[in-house]
């Protein structure tokens, strides 16, 4: 078991509209994770997060690393 947290800055670049051109976006989450198979590297995790003018939250099977 395991917590993790995150955090991000993004930006829009080539949209048609110049309004949304290069603002930024920030983001952080946190999440939990739990490790199905005690001898493999296979995690479940729900993550929660929050944006500029959003929020969600997400479940995972596995890990990107």
Same mark, same amino acid.
């Given at each position: 078991m395991g &917590? /993790?947290?995150f #955090? %991000?800055? #993004?930006t829009i670049y080539g949209s048609d509209?110049?309004?949304f051109n !290069? @603002?930024?976006y920030p983001g952080i989450g946190a %999440?939990?994770?739990y490790r199905v198979? @005690? %001898?493999m590297k296979f995690n479940v995790g729900l993550d929660? #997060? &929050?944006g500029k003018d959003d !929020? %969600? /939250?997400y479940f995972r099977i596995g890990e990107a690393f």
């Open positions: &917590v /993790v947290g #955090a %991000g800055l #993004a509209t110049d309004s !290069w @603002k930024m %999440g939990y994770r198979f @005690k %001898g929660g #997060a &929050v !929020w %969600g /939250v």
